[in-house]
Structures are given as structure tokens and as C-alpha cells.
Nanobody, 124 residues
Framework: LQLVESGGGLVQPGGSLRLSCAAS????????IGWFRQAPGKDREGVSY????????QYADSVKGRFTISRDNAKNTVYLQMNSLKPEDTGVYYC??????????????????WGQGTQVTVSS
């Protein structure tokens, strides 16, 4: 089972990026997916979550109204659309997969599979 993130990069404040989390070796629509990020010197924090069905979507307060999570089962991919980016959004972004829906999406222990991360830098 493998998760691969892509779409990171350098963007100016106020800009947008779309991150992708692609799965190989398994059907992503059987898994709930969480997005996490880790800034230098800080703990990894939960950013967003989408349930197995895609009906339930959750966001950290710091990104509500700016980030949107979605899934395309035909492409076996989950996306994180990030708009109005701020310098404090800088970090390595990881996607993670769980076979079970969770009410505590921000808890890293809920997820068994992780990608390698993609760097997002928001700077002028």
C-alpha cells in the first residue's frame, strides 16, 4: 500500500495550491483520508479529513473557509485545494489513510498508512 503526495511548491501569500494524494496498491475509496502538516520545530497537526463515503469533511479552524478536501474515486486520488494561503500554512503536508471512519481525525494514531510528504512554502 502506497500513498504519494504531490502539488506542493512555493507560492506567495494569497495564492493557491492543490495537493494530490494518490494511492497505489489499494482502492482509496475504501479508506478515510486525513491531511496533516508539520512546520519546522512544531508537531504534526491535522488539517482536514474526508470520510470513506466522502460525505463527512472536517477542517481545522485555522483553514476553514480556505481549504477544501475532495476525492475522485475514478482517479484513486484525494485532493486538498488550498486558497488564500498564509505564511503560517508553510510546512510539509502529508496524507494518511485509515480503514475506518473516525471522529478524531486529528489524531495521528487513527491512520495506518502515510505518504512521504510534499513541501508547501508560502512566502513573498
Amino acid at each position: 500500500l502506497q500513498l504519494v503526495e504531490s502539488g506542493g511548491g512555493l507560492v506567495q501569500p494569497g495564492g493557491s495550491l492543490r495537493l494530490s494524494c494518490a494511492a497505489s496498491g489499494f482502492a482509496l475509496n475504501s479508506y478515510a483520508i486525513g491531511w496533516f502538516r508539520q512546520a519546522p520545530g512544531k508537531d504534526r497537526e491535522g488539517v482536514s479529513y474526508i470520510s470513506r463515503s466522502g460525505v463527512i469533511r472536517q477542517y481545522a479552524d485555522s483553514v476553514k473557509g480556505r481549504f477544501t478536501i475532495s476525492r475522485d474515486n475514478a482517479k484513486n486520488t484525494v485532493y486538498l485545494q488550498m486558497n488564500s494561503l498564509k505564511p503560517e500554512d508553510t510546512g510539509v503536508y502529508y496524507c494518511a489513510a485509515s480503514q475506518y471512519n473516525t471522529h478524531t481525525y486529528y489524531d495521528r494514531r487513527e491512520y495506518a498508512y502515510w505518504g512521504q510528504g510534499t513541501q508547501v512554502t508560502v512566502s513573498s
